[in-house]
């Protein structure tokens, strides 16, 4: 297996502008054929939503959605060829955008994000990506669309695991899940509201779990080390519920 992401230190490159898509250049630290970036989302803020987005470079897509004050996202983007995405921030002073990782050949991203919403709520319903029939997971853009707290869980085809947690807090954030030998993975909303984007295809170089592991520290307010990994690990991929 092939490692297909890579961790790196965290490096700040929010755009200088604010209120409009800017061009974001990455290729001071991402390697020529680097695919797509990670990142996490600051808003400072003590008491406002600020506007967020990110999407691939000359995409089309458009979803801005808000982040909680004093809060934070985690979120993943493909690059063109020149490893330039563009980001939106609705003030530059409040807000921060961290590159922490990028993908390479083994991850793709979609120019223009697919909606793969259940049309059915309140219930476990399969999201069929056979389109891509060597898959073995997929990455998605979460998009709340009307600041309320509703319910949302992903899951492995196949997979027990039932958490699902509100978005209200959260409006936009990237989900990595796997899926089964049928390219189907399970989604549950509790509302229309809640948008599930396909973004990416993971085709190697990731190992999911059917059912997830819970690694919760014990003791809260402190730092703490979670469950090693298998050997020859370099990350992990934590859903985490509140």
């Known amino acids: 297996m092939r490692q297909s992401i890579y961790p790196i230190t965290p490096v700040a490159i929010t755009p ?8 974001v250049n990455l290729s001071s630290y991402l390697p020529v054929g680097a ?14 939503w600020r506007a967020f987005g990110l999407r691939k470079n000359d995409s089309t897509d458009n979803r801005i959605q808000t982040l909680h004050f004093s809060g934070h996202n ?33 991850i793709t991203f979609l120019d223009n994000a697919i ?19 060597k898959a073995i997971g997929f990455i998605f853009e979460i998009a709340e669309t009307t600041n309320t707290l509703y319910l949302l ?11 699902n947690s509100g978005t209200r807090n959260h409006q936009t954030f990237s989900v990595f899940i796997g899926c089964d030998g049928s390219q189907i993975v399970q989604a549950f909303i509790e509302n229309a509201a809640i948008q599930i984007w396909l973004t990416g295809i993971i085709y190697d170089g990731v190992v999911f779990n059917t ?18 990994l298998p050997a020859n690990s370099c990350m992990g991929i934590y859903e985490i519920d509140n």
């Open 211 to 228: 059912n997830a592991n819970e690694v919760t520290p014990a003791s809260p307010n402190i730092w703490t080390n979670l469950t090693s």
């Open 35 to 48: 695919t797509g970036a990670l990142f996490h989302n600051v808003n400072a803020h003590a008491s406002l």
């Open 74 to 106: 985690w979120a993943a983007m493909g690059v063109d060829v020149n490893r330039i995405l563009q980001a939106y921030v609705e003030n530059t002073t409040d807000q921060s955008i961290y590159l922490v990782g990028y993908t390479m050949s083994s």
């Open 16 to 23: 200088g502008t604010a209120g409009s898509w800017q061009q």
């Open 115 to 133: 909606d793969k919403s259940p049309a059915t709520v309140g219930s476990w319903q399969n999201i069929d990506l056979s389109a891509y029939p």
């Open 153 to 163: 869980g992903m899951r492995k085809n196949g997979s027990t695991d039932t958490s």
